[in-house]
Each structure stands twice: as structure tokens, then as C-alpha cells.
């Protein structure tokens, strides 16, 4: 496994690579939620490169960048065993070199959602998206379904730039009582990991609510809400019942739409999702 | 030459391009300033394709949009003569299909000088050169000095993006009596024709005060504005000597230097610029 950190080391390396590449860009700290999207790119292509990279952009100024996880090591030995091809681990300076001013927004998928909690964030997350993209040239990047709306931005911002990169987008992995694997669950204390279970629990309500046919999407809104309201170390942001494709609030649920939420548990902010329809 | 009109028949096309391949986006209406970028291209490289495409997204809601000129058939045998070997020609369906809301923005560049009057105008050059570069996948690209903050957005944003495409700004071609050549030279009648010199005449007027050592920016910037005052057919949107790289506003020239103006002739806007030092 090659491990590059500028950016003329990585086009050399990719230059020599067999295609199609798969691309799985990360923030590193790892879990299995990671390596499944590794192992479907090393199931789909012939080369594959991952990149770590904990992107200053998509934090906001009162967000955790200083003290998200990082164990680099860890991470590439991670890599390493399931067969990985090439690492990029830049720094903030190769990525955003002084005088950098170039930004890319998706308008109305950004809006909403994590969009209104975290201002700017989106913005980070698809000029990274697109300078990776540009940096790795993959066939296909693999993004995971838990972050739901990240993973349409991503879709919408190669479709409407016409990258030539095909998004390939995983289920969501999560521990045996459901909980969605996150970097950010090392945050929780035992007591509010067991708490952090009420997304699940809140998402698996309404899952069947509208598998009994419930329709009115408020209906499936509000059982959510009354589900994280139960939970005392829980504290909710928002509940999502939204179309799919477009993330716009639903007021009937008639064909694939998309459970989402925010909610604190202590300091930590979780996120969670499930599909429907 | 190919002449293709939806991306999936540009992709296969391209795909069978001997490379290094060479491209040269236009708005179409060519005059020899693009076929001089084109034959930049020829000399590089061994595949060469252009785009034309009228870009709705860099014209304001009060600009010349629908009246921009056309002459495809004209334009297509040009490029036919100088032995391009594919042309894109997209409808603005194919390149701003339904739902489409992704941005790309150059930010301290695109302020000031044409940004300042044109609201949005580099917002949609941007947008339009990294989805371009993305559907053409050239390895070098092919721009004219005589939009010289294009250019400058342009290269900032293909190294801000990472894109693997060498930009190549080749020099403002002229006519006879120095006026730059333009499309839009086309809008003005014979009497405007002849006083449209005069930014040719001012720009002249302040290379050679800088010749003579003068290093005081807004001296450069009166002679610009005096001579242009001088003719009655014309009116001063902006003069400039700004820094070449920033373009920012000099008060003492010392290194390289881009002296830019903006004019109108009648109705037509007219823009001119020489770089010194």
C-alpha cells in the first residue's frame, strides 16, 4: 500500500494504478462502516485508493475540528488488511494552499436539515468532494447512507459538474442494538451510549408506523419526536420526513422518502436515517 | 471533425481522442482570436476539441444574451478548416438540465473590475469551464488574454479545484488600427467602429507614461481616463492598474501589472486591457 501526502506523490501513484479506480474519501478513525465501502470498491474495481482527511472547511466555527478523533496508524493498518491500493493523507496547506478562494455550492439540497445546523458545512463538504475527485480521478467513490444528505449533495454535485465518476452509495452499518457506526460515538460515555440507541429506536417507530400504512408524513414526524422526547440524556434538532431525491419536507408520503434526524446525547451530536418506500 | 451535441456522445468521442488533447471553449460568432487559441492547441497537442456554447448562466438579466450573435454553420467550417477533430455544441438543456443548482465561485477574484459589473458573470464562467473541463477531459485549455479577469478566475479556480488541466492564456489578437478583436465589435456601427480605438488608444497612452518610469498607479489610471473622456461616442464604465495575480487596485506599480478598462460605444460594451512591468 502506497501512502502519499502531496498532491504531485499522489498523481504519480494514481497514474501507475489499474482501473477502474474506486475511491473512498474519509475523515479517518475509522470503523466498519468504512471498510464496508472499502470492501465494495475492492469488490468492483481493480484499484483502490482511500484518502484521510479531516476537512477544516465542512466544520463551523463552533464545531468539534480540534478535537475529532484521529489515529492514523490505526487507520492505515486498517487499510492496509483490506487490501488497499493507495493512501492519500494530505494536510490542510496541500489542500487549502494560501490565497485558496474557489468554492462549490449545491443550493437547495444544502438547505434544510443539517444544512440549517451546521451553516457552510455543505459548501465544505462538495469542494472537497471535487477537489478530491479532480486530485484522484476515480471511476467510483463510495460514500455511506448515514450521512444521508452529504450523500445526496455528493450525487447532485457530480451529476450537475459532470464528473466522470460514477457514486456508489452503502447501507448503513451499526452495532448489534442499532446504533449507526459513527467517529463521533467514541464521544459518549457508557450511559449515554445506551441513550444513543433513541434514534434508532425513534427511525424502527416510524418504519413501522408507515409500514401499517400511515401516510400523513407529520404522523411519522411526530413519532419520532415523541420517541427522542422519552429519552432524557436525549436532546432532538430536527425530525426529517422527506422526499428522497429532493430532501423537501413531506405533507404525504407516496413514494421513496427519507426518516431523518438530529439529536444531541450530552455534548455529542448524532445523526441517523432510514429510507422508506 | 466530430460535431456532437449530448454529453454521452461527446464522452465517446472524446474516448477516442489521441491525447495530449487540447481544448478551446468559445461562445461560437469566432473571430481570429479564437481560431489563433485553436491553433495554440493544433501546435501542443494531438487531439484538439472545442466547445460552443452561448452560456446563459455568465449573463445578467439586463445583458445580451438573445442577442448574442450566431453563425454556427460559419462557425463549424472555421473550425473545420483549422482541423479541430470534435466539437461540442450543447443546447443549455443539455448543459442546465431541470434541478440543476450546483455553483462554482472564485471569490476575492471575481470582485471588482467585470464582477463589480456584471453581478454573478464569473459565478457562471466558473461554472461552466469545471463542468466543460469535466465533460471534455483535456489535458491543456486554451484562453485569450483579452478577457483578462477570466483568465485570471479561470486559472485560479482549475488550481484551487486541483484539476488536471494545464491553462494556456495565449495574447490578445488585434485589428489593424489596434482595436482588440471581439464578437461584440460587431454591434457597432461604422462611426462607432472608429472611436472605439480609443481604448487601444488609452491603454497605448498609459504604457508608454509607464515606459517613461512613471510608477504612480493613478497617474496611469487619469491618462486612461482622460484619453477614453476625450471622445464623445464613448462612455467610462471602469479603469484599472491593478497587480496581474490579484488583481488588486495598485497605488505604485513594481512588478507586473494589468492596466483594464471597461467602455461603452453606443449600447456596446467593450473590454481592453495591456499587462506591463
Given at each position: 500500500m502506497k501512502i ?18 474506486g475511491f473512498v474519501?474519509t475523515?479517518?478513525?475509522l470503523?466498519?462502516?468504512h471498510i464496508?465501502l472499502v470492501k465494495?470498491a475492492k469488490?468492483?474495481?481493480?484499484g483502490v485508493a482511500a484518502s484521510i ?22 487507520d492505515l493498518s486498517m487499510l492496509e488488511a483490506e487490501g488497499v491500493d493507495l493512501v ?190
Open positions: 502519499v501526502a502531496t498532491l504531485s506523490e499522489l498523481r504519480a501513484a494514481r497514474a501507475v494504478l489499474p482501473e477502474p479506480v474519501p475523515m479517518g478513525f470503523h466498519a462502516g464496508s465494495a469488490k468492483d474495481c481493480r482527511f479531516v476537512n477544516p472547511a465542512q466544520f463551523g466555527p463552533n464545531e468539534d475540528l480540534a478535537k475529532y478523533p484521529r489515529d492514523l496508524p490505526r492519500w493523507t494530505p494536510t490542510p496547506e496541500v489542500v487549502y494552499p494560501p490565497g485558496y478562494q474557489t468554492w462549490v455550492t449545491v443550493e437547495k439540497l444544502a438547505a434544510g436539515l443539517e444544512g440549517d445546523s451546521r451553516p457552510g458545512h455543505f459548501r465544505g463538504v462538495a469542494t472537497v468532494v471535487a477537489k478530491l475527485f479532480n486530485a484522484v480521478q476515480p471511476q467510483k467513490a463510495y460514500f455511506g447512507q448515514k450521512d444521508a444528505q452529504q450523500a445526496a449533495v455528493v450525487r447532485r454535485m457530480a451529476k450537475d459538474l459532470d464528473f466522470p465518476v460514477e457514486i456508489v452509495i452503502c447501507p448503513t452499518l451499526r452495532e448489534p442494538d442499532g446504533l449507526a457506526m459513527s467517529s463521533r460515538n467514541t464521544y459518549l460515555d457508557p450511559e449515554q451510549r445506551k441513550a444513543a440507541t433513541v434514534l434508532f429506536k425513534a427511525l424502527s417507530a416510524a418504519q413501522s408506523l408507515h409500514g401499517r400504512c400511515e401516510r400523513d408524513a407529520e404522523a411519522l414526524r411526530r413519532i419520532m419526536r415523541e420517541t427522542i422526547q422519552a429519552e432524557p440524556l436525549a436532546k432532538l434538532q430536527y425530525v426529517s420526513c422527506a422526499d428522497y431525491d429532493t430532501l423537501e419536507e413531506l405533507t404525504t408520503v407516496s413514494g421513496k422518502a427519507l426518516l431523518s434526524m438530529a439529536v444531541y446525547v450530552g455534548k455529542t451530536r448524532l445523526i441517523d436515517n432510514f429510507v422508506i418506500g
